[in-house]
């Protein structure tokens, strides 16, 4: 009898210890409650510099004779706090949206673990969350120190994306896309930039290197709806208003791409503009905005007097502006409607004679 009770006594043990290390045992599923913040409470307050970059693994390896295959390909974008002001170090420190990077960071301070998905390398691969292939890895850092890194991957649905942090392998499901975490400058540059406040503008000097158009303004009254108009037209000619009402419209939402630097390249051609606009408003200030197209390159560079820096101007918007700016639009003639001053001529047309003139 005595061995069989050493016998259950020693099974009655071992089952103990496998009770315990299953109730012992740590689930990385469930590793943290589903209110627990993505970052520690008050780190991201304590950020002065912001990391956003976007990085894809290189390909599979190209087939015996399909050439070399690039490298994964990768961005990169730096914000920097200055003196309360945030900042874009790598773009010669042009001031970035700061209205933006701080809605930025409230959204990161308020970021939840939320459901945990998986902690497998194969997960992490899967949704795009490894050190080597990601969406977008996010690095805080204050007093020249990394704070914190999450890692945001695939979509999970509306408005969401999956995300682990560095030092924790498990995938949640948070309320950040991707896609407010962009990594060109153009989406950072803060909008002041180029703003004109429009509503005060009184004077416009339009220069297409051949000849000025100058625009002023007539206040509109109970009878009369405001206008534009140049003085200095003759025969007949005048301004069509909703052209020019257009034109301002442009100028006041024009947004700049990127910026080029602070000393003008020869390359620029920024001695020979293909427009030079040069606007006044009801205090008497004034700015010049230059607008050339490089001798290479799908894009124009623009340099106001308002700033150091040239920027460059996608071709599209660029181009919407020189056309609206030309004399065959703003201009209507003897003979020509007003909608018609707005067409664009035919090749090889001739329009009016030209006078010339300065901005």
């Known amino acids: ?20 290390g299953l109730f012992l045992r740590h689930d990385p599923l469930a590793a943290a409650r589903s209110d627990t913040p993505l970052l520690p409470a008050g780190l991201v307050q304590k950020s002065d510099q912001i990391t956003i970059e976007s990085h894809a693994a290189s390909p599979p390896a190209a087939a015996p004779g399909a050439g070399a295959v690039p490298g994964g390909a990768s961005t990169r974008i730096v914000l920097q706090k200055k003196d309360a002001t945030w900042v874009l170090p790598a773009s010669f420190g042009v001031p970035a949206d700061s209205a933006k990077v701080n809605a930025l960071l ?27 292939d990601f969406e977008r890895r996010l690095v805080l850092s204050g007093s020249g120190k990394p704070l914190g890194t999450v890692y945001f991957g695939s979509s999970p649905g509306l408005r969401k994306s999956d995300a682990r942090t560095a030092d ?18 153009g989406a950072w540059l803060s909008p002041e930039l180029l703003q004109v406040d429009t509503t005060h503008l009184t004077q416009l000097s339009v220069a297409d290197g051949h000849e000025t158009l100058q625009l002023v303004r007539q206040k509109g009254t109970e009878k009369q709806p405001e206008s534009w108009i140049d003085p200095d037209l003759k025969g007949g000619e005048r301004i069509d208003s909703a052209q020019a009402a257009s034109l301002v419209q442009q100028i006041g939402s024009l947004r700049a791409d990127a910026v080029l630097g602070t000393a003008a390249q020869p390359e620029w051609q920024q001695d020979h503009p ?21 001798a290479s390159g799908d894009f124009f560079v623009l340099k106001t007097s308002a700033h150091p820096w040239y920027f460059s101007i996608s071709s599209a918007a660029a181009g919407e502006l020189t056309r609206t700016s030309s ?25 009016s004679p030209r006078r010339s003139g300065k901005p």
């Open 1 to 20: 009898m005595r061995p069989s009770i050493t016998l259950l006594i020693l099974l009655l043990a071992l089952q103990l210890a496998l009770a315990g």
């Open 274 to 294: 293909v427009l030079t606009l040069h606007l006044k408003d009801d205090k008497s200030q004034d700015a010049q905005w230059t607008l050339s197209k490089p």
């Open 168 to 185: 924790d392998r498990a995938v949640y499901a948070v309320d950040m896309p991707t896609y407010e975490l962009p990594t060109d400058t």
């Open 327 to 351: 004399r065959n639009t703003l201009v209507v003639t003897p003979g020509k409607s007003a909608a018609a001053a707005g067409a664009t001529p035919a090749a090889g047309s001739q329009g």
């Open 106 to 132: 409230d959204r990161l301070s308020g970021l939840k673990r939320g459901l945990p998905i998986a902690t497998t390398e194969s997960a992490l691969r899967r949704f795009k969350l490894l050190d080597s």
